[in-house]
């Protein structure tokens, strides 16, 4: 079963072609039997029915007037784990007591208010600590193209049902390339609007996360975003966003573009995405190869993420802690406010250059993750699997720096590497300027072609028995 794209299921539900409840129905049962890869953690039930029945009594009686005010009729969505949901327990990925109260997350809220039907939870690493879904909860989520390797995190399990088609979309946050990094290694597409357009709450005190969307397709992430956009009072950031909207319109066309290539960069990587670069010179491009250099970047990003985490787990939590993310909470209690002052301090020089930067761009492209996917069992390469060495995300140079920033990016697929194995390309704008990020994404979409699906693959474990 693949779920279609939404604006087919618009169509077919315009069209009597189906219900919304038969809709519902045929996600749900192929989320209970056939999530072969541990995308989710948990599986909706009568509540998705019943809203399912309300959105076909609401067509019923409106005909195509339904969709006035309600623009997301009938799809299907999955919520990652760390978000919160009224009717589905949420475990952020641990075994440790989830105090907050069981009510939807904004975004979530405002997903079902446009007629979305949530039909499950998705796995995710301890509160999204790792870029892989590796946790005492329930198996780490497998590659959809490869089941001995990993789907990526930290929402893996987002990237991996979008990529076998349970459900029109997912909801998903990223903090340090949680989206991108996973529907690079899912051949889905991943956005991370700019920070604060989409409201987080409760808020991080990092203020690295953002929430955003995958899907199969630029159009359907966008759609997904666009609802969930927009201020909340409990997140004191939200409408930051538009802060430098650019002025021009986003056009698509003859954009001068800086092309980066990180080092690390594996050949297989870098024959597939130089061919998303050839398409965008094609499409009327100025592409230019450039560098953005920032001193002893990745030390500030493990230093604010490490002080985060202490500052969110007292030690009484330790005995139930994941083993991995204890040795970063261990490691941020012992730094001192002048450390985390600098760490700010290289945050804000990394701002200054981007700005610079992005007056001479109007989009950065490059490859969204330099690596092919790494074994299922570990939260990176084998030269980063260690926490203790602190290296956990380092191997992911590409997606970071643009949660320090706050820009919006987008990855989509860029094709599969000799291996058979996907690769994402990255296009990140100034901070407010998602319509041109979006908008030259869905051109480059459309030059690259979709990706080839995932071959059948044998069976692991259903997700029925990975509930815990």
């Known amino acids: 079963m693949t779920a279609p794209g939404i604006g087919d299921l618009t169509q077919r539900l315009r069209q009597g072609q189906t219900t919304a409840t038969e809709h519902v129905q045929s996600v749900l049962h192929?989320?209970?039997?056939?999530?072969?890869?541990?995308?989710?953690?948990?599986?909706?039930?009568?509540?998705?029915?019943?809203?399912?029945?309300?959105?076909?009594?609401?067509?019923?009686?409106?005909?195509?007037?339904?969709?006035r005010g309600a623009p997301l009729l009938g799809v299907t969505v999955s919520v990652?784990?760390?978000?919160?949901?009224?009717?589905?327990?949420?475990?952020?990925?641990?075994?440790l007591t989830n105090r907050r109260p069981r009510q939807d997350a904004p975004a979530v809220a405002r997903l079902r208010a446009a007629g979305a039907v949530v039909i499950g939870k998705t796995t995710t690493s301890e509160y999204g600590w790792s870029a892989s879904t590796l946790g005492q909860v329930t198996p780490p989520t497998a590659n959809p193209y490869a089941p001995h390797l990993t789907a990526g995190g930290s929402s893996g399990g987002a990237a991996a049902a979008v990529a076998t088609g349970l459900g029109e979309g997912a909801l998903a946050t990223d903090g340090a390339g949680s989206i991108r990094i996973p529907a690079a290694f899912c051949a889905v597409v991943g956005y991370k609007p700019s920070y604060g357009r989409v409201p987080y709450v409760p808020?991080?005190?990092?203020?690295?996360?953002?929430?955003?969307?995958?899907?199969?397709?630029?159009?359907?992430?966008?759609?997904?975003?666009?609802?969930?956009?927009?201020?909340?009072?409990?997140?004191?950031?939200?409408?930051?966003?538009?802060?430098?909207?650019?002025?021009?319109?986003?056009?698509?066309?003859?954009?001068?573009?800086?092309w980066i290539e990180y080092e690390g960069t594996s050949d297989e990587i870098r024959k597939v995405t130089e061919q998303a670069m050839a398409a965008l010179r094609d499409q009327g491009h100025q592409v230019e190869r450039t560098q953005v250099r920032c001193q002893d970047l990745y030390p500030a990003l493990v230093d604010i993420l490490a002080a985060a985490e202490a500052a969110?787990?007292?030690?009484?939590?330790?005995?139930?802690?994941?083993?991995?993310r204890l040795d970063i909470v261990r490691y941020g209690r012992t730094l001192s406010a002048a450390a985390l002052?600098?760490?700010?301090?290289?945050?804000?020089?990394?701002?200054?250059?981007?700005?610079?930067?992005?007056?001479?761009?109007?989009?950065?492209?490059?490859?969204?993750?330099?690596?092919?996917?790494?074994?299922?069992?570990?939260?990176?390469?084998?030269?980063?699997?260690?926490?203790?060495?602190?290296?956990?995300?380092?191997?992911?140079?590409?997606?970071?720096?643009?949660?320090?920033?706050g820009q919006p990016a987008v990855t989509l697929p860029a094709g599969l590497t000799g291996s058979g194995l996907p690769a994402g390309i990255q296009l990140v704008g100034p901070v407010g300027a998602d319509d041109l990020v979006l908008t030259?994404?869905?051109?480059?979409?459309?030059?690259?072609?979709?990706?080839?699906?995932?071959?059948?693959?044998?069976?692991l474990v259903p997700a029925t028995e990975r509930t815990p």
Request: net charge neutral; aromatic share 4%.
């Open 30 to 67: 192929a989320v209970r039997t056939k999530d072969t890869l541990g995308a989710f953690v948990t599986a909706a039930g009568d509540e998705a029915l019943r809203a399912a029945e309300q959105v076909d009594r609401r067509i019923r009686e409106r005909g195509p007037d339904a969709w």
């Open 80 to 95: 990652k784990d760390l978000l919160q949901t009224r009717d589905l327990p949420t475990t952020r990925g641990s075994r």
């Open 203 to 258: 808020n991080g005190v990092e203020r690295l996360a953002h929430q955003g969307t995958l899907a199969r397709t630029v159009a359907d992430a966008a759609a997904l975003a666009d609802v969930i956009a927009g201020p909340h009072p409990g997140d004191p950031d939200s409408g930051l966003g538009s802060i430098d909207r650019p002025p021009d319109s986003p056009d698509s066309r003859a954009r001068p573009i800086g």
């Open 312 to 324: 969110g787990t007292p030690p009484q939590d330790e005995e139930r802690c994941d083993p991995g």
């Open 341 to 405: 002052l600098r760490a700010e301090g290289v945050r804000q020089q990394l701002r200054t250059r981007l700005r610079s930067v992005m007056r001479r761009y109007s989009l950065l492209a490059m490859a969204t993750v330099p690596i092919e996917p790494f074994d299922l069992g570990a939260i990176g390469p084998p030269w980063a699997a260690d926490p203790r060495d602190l290296l956990w995300l380092a191997w992911s140079p590409a997606s970071y720096p643009f949660n320090m920033t």
């Open 440 to 459: 030259v994404a869905h051109r480059l979409e459309t030059e690259l072609g979709p990706p080839p699906p995932p071959r059948p693959q044998h069976a």
